[in-house]
Nanobody
Framework: VQLVESGGGLVQPGGSLRLSCAAS????????MRWYRQAPGKQRELVAA????????NYADSVKGRFTISRDNTKNTMYLQMNSLKPEDTAVYYC?????????WGQGTQVTVSS
């Protein structure tokens, strides 16, 4: 299993970023995928989740209305469109899949929101 995140960077408050997660080594199209984030000194938290077919989406209250999770099962890739970014969105963002009882993580991509 391999999960590779990309798209992070430095952005000003109010700006946008689009994260990508390229997946391989498992059947992407039949698995729920998730984005997590971890800010310095804080626990890792669930940001958003998307069902296998993309029909069910879930978001943390803190990002509702600003972030959009999506996936392309033909490309084995998941996305997180982040708009109206705030300094409190600063964190390392991780792609996640749970297969049976095991959680798999990518290496993470840093998002920094600062003026």
């Amino acid at each position: 299993v391999q999960l590779v995140e990309s798209g992070g960077g430095l952005v000003q408050p109010g700006g946008s970023l689009r994260l990508s997660c390229a997946a391989s080594g498992f059947t992407f199209s039949i698995n729920t995928m998730r984005w997590y984030r971890q800010a310095p000194g804080k626990q890792r938290e669930l940001v958003a989740a998307i069902s296998s077919g993309g029909g069910t989406l879930n978001y943390a209250d803190s990002v509702k209305g600003r972030f959009t999770i999506s996936r392309d099962n033909t490309k084995n890739t998941m996305y997180l469109q982040m708009n109206s970014l705030k300094p409190e969105d600063t964190a390392v963002y991780y792609c996640n899949v749970k297969l049976l009882v095991l959680n798999y993580w990518g290496q993470g991509t840093q998002v920094t929101v600062s003026s």
